[in-house]
Nanobody
């Protein structure tokens, strides 16, 4: 059973930056695609970014494209989400997730059903 632990959330002013980290335990990290999702108060959880198992291909929600960057460090079993030019609308709990199948990567990473392991979430609050 994989265990995912997010860190790096916090309070930041609009226009600022944060980097989220997600460490993965109990799974051969380098074989699995990863994703980031977020859930704002009163809203459904939504896709933010995904990265293929190889790290070659990344996918982004339109709302974050050009501002957020997903990356992975396989030796450290960690996936990152660099968030720049933050807006109050980015305020949410951010979750990382691991693909249920190995060697994946494609547009299906946008779907929550792709993932079988989730972190506990980290709060990001952007003040105006």
């Amino acid at each position: 059973q994989a265990r995912l632990v997010e860190s790096g959330g916090g309070l930041v002013q609009a226009g600022g930056s944060l980097r989220l980290s997600c460490a993965v335990f109990g799974r051969t990290f380098s074989n699995y695609a990863m994703g980031w999702f977020r859930q704002a108060p009163g809203k459904e959880r939504e896709f933010v970014a995904g990265i293929s198992w190889s790290g070659v291909t990344a996918y982004y929600a339109d709302s974050v494209k050009g501002r957020f960057t997903i990356s992975r460090d396989n030796p450290k079993n960690t996936v990152y989400l660099q968030m720049n030019s933050l807006k109050p609308a980015d305020t949410a709990v951010y979750y990382c997730a691991a693909d249920r199948a190995q060697y994946g990567g494609g547009d299906y990473l946008r779907s929550q059903v792709t993932y079988d392991a989730w972190g506990q979430g980290t709060q990001v609050t952007v003040s105006s």
